[in-house]
């Protein structure tokens, strides 16, 4: 596939993520930023100034960065000249739907100048609410998603990565890459709205159903690290930490017990799933007792050499160092020569690159893109001073 093009209006994480992913892929990935610059920025410890800080960082590598007043009918005009002389492939938006039109940036606006163009957006649920704003824990809290997370005995938790937020990235590349297909063979863009409360419901797929199929309550909520279904699969401790084990069926059952360590549980009651559910607490609190004697490593080799899912509970910083992961992640180098390490691509891309520029400061590109757009230097200059365009300030 050529390079494609890619503009975007974008801030906090859902969207910024997306496009990070259009990176990997190799994209031309153009952030448009409002002069206040994404808050997002500022959060975490700074790597390259106070406008590049830890958390910005990751999901913004290799983007180029303007700055332009879109509240000024100036603004939307330098990004329609942009538009109109780069044709960009794909435009991206993650603001108020409300504020599509204000800003310049609807739909039908910007494909009278790239007929092609394939629009796309990210809201809290989508142009039939368009004043709706939507943060991941406000949706993780109004979605179900916290009163399925945390202890059976505790109060909802938020998940703790930002699901919502890169479901909706995830679901917005998938509609691009289906929608650029359809262009290839119709030669027609087309427009995309992905609602974060919509694509996260997506993710209730085992769970809606249970509602109408007279489940218990305690099948629809909060069951801390178990699995409300296949017991025992759960977090037990150790002498040293935790380790979580999994199974998944009445053979895997028989697989535990036969290992010494567990024989004491070996009963008539718990051979089959359903009488393991309906004694979970005992067979819980008896099966934490048997790895508990025993250090975290210990219990995994008896596990795995058995054949039972199992796995050391580690932090990320641990984690990342596991053989599986440390030879395939990226890495970006930050302005004063700290190597950075960023995430694996979420699939092996054999032609990605695995080293990454590091993320642009606040209007680091304007006055190029500007210029590559065919404004002339006098019109850039008087669009910078009357604070229309901007580029990176001082004190970043």
Known sequence: MSRLTVLSLEQALSLP?????????????????????????????????????????????AKEAITLDLQDPRG???????????????????????????LGIDEPTLRALAPRLVWAAISAMGPEHPDAPGYDPALQAALGFMDL??????????????LIDLKAGDELLTQVMQ??????????????????ARAAASWLLTFVPMLD????????????????????????????????????????WAQLTAIAVFSSLREPRFERNEGRKDHRRELHERLGACTRRRTTDENLADLRRAGIVCAPILPV???IEEPH???ILGATQAPDGRRIRLPPTAVAIPEAPRELPFAPRQGEHTRAV??????????????????????PTEDA
């Open 179 to 196: 929608a650029l297909w359809e262009r290839a063979e119709t030669g027609r863009g087309k427009r995309i709205d992905v609602s974060m």
């Open 370 to 391: 500007l210029a590559e757009a065919g404004l002339a230097g006098d019109e850039i200059d008087a669009l910078f001073f009357d604070g229309v365009a901007a580029g």
């Open 76 to 102: 939307r005009a330098a990004l329609h000249k942009i538009i109109a002389a780069l044709q960009p492939d794909v435009f991206c938006a993650n603001t108020l739907p409300g504020r599509y039109g204000k």
């Open 213 to 252: 199929a007279g489940a218990r309550p305690e099948e629809i909520t909060r069951s801390g690290s178990e699995h409300r279904q296949f017991v025992p699969s759960n977090a037990y401790p150790t002498s040293d930490g935790f380790v979580y084990l999994a199974i998944g069926s009445d053979r895997q």
């Open 317 to 319: 910083a641990r984690a």
């Open 149 to 162: 997370t945390g202890p059976a005995d505790g109060p909802p938790m938020l998940c703790g990565l930002p």
């Open 325 to 327: 992961l440390a030879g």
């Open 17 to 61: 993520y997306a496009t990070h992913r259009m990176v990997e892929l190799g994209w031309r990935v153009i952030r448009v930023e409002a002069p206040a610059g994404d808050p997002n920025r500022r959060i975490g410890l700074p790597l390259g100034g106070a406008d590049r800080c830890a958390y910005y960082v990751g999901p913004n590598v």
